[in-house]
């Protein structure tokens, strides 16, 4: 697939519209445009480029806002990623407490038949005590 993409009518309509949310075409706007500056000088390209890799006096405010519109949606999938693992991390630690639980009831399960069985030894060797009185 070539690296340069040339876009339809109907596809340069979607580019434009700062509504559109297709990550491939903004993928591929904004990698083209992060690899190429409009300026000469390494100095000048250095202070005259912002985030995005153009100078943000000159470029149109739908385009401005649909950047920052991108930068907030990756900003929001971070965080949507980091609230994820930790879920995931706090899913993994409920299972094994309540693993951890359950081994425990069956310990102490396994404890109180074997002193069922020993009252139950007990009790009747003590029940014929008394009798001959």
């Known amino acids: ?26 993928s591929r706007r904004s990698s083209s445009h992060s690899h190429h500056s409009s ?3 390494p100095s000048s390209r ?7 890799g153009s100078s943000r006096k000159n470029e149109d405010p739908s385009v401005l806002a649909a950047k920052e519109q991108v930068s907030r949606a990756e900003a929001a999938e971070r965080e949507a990623d980091r609230a994820l693992i930790a879920s995931r991390r ?3 630690e409920a ?9 425990e009831a069956r310990i ?3 404890a109180a038949r ?3 069985d020993q009252v139950k030894s007990i009790t009747k060797r003590a029940k014929p005590l008394g009798r001959h009185a």
């Open 108 to 110: 102490e399960a396994r």
């Open 90 to 92: 706090a899913v993994r």
């Open 39 to 41: 300026s000469s000088s």
């Open 114 to 116: 074997m002193k069922q």
């Open 95 to 103: 299972r094994e407490h309540v693993k951890r639980l359950d081994e």
């Open 1 to 26: 697939m070539p690296f340069f993409h040339h876009a339809s009518s109907s596809d340069r309509s979607s580019i434009d519209d700062p509504h559109t949310t297709s990550p491939r075409r903004r």
């Open 46 to 52: 250095h202070h005259n480029h912002g985030l995005f």
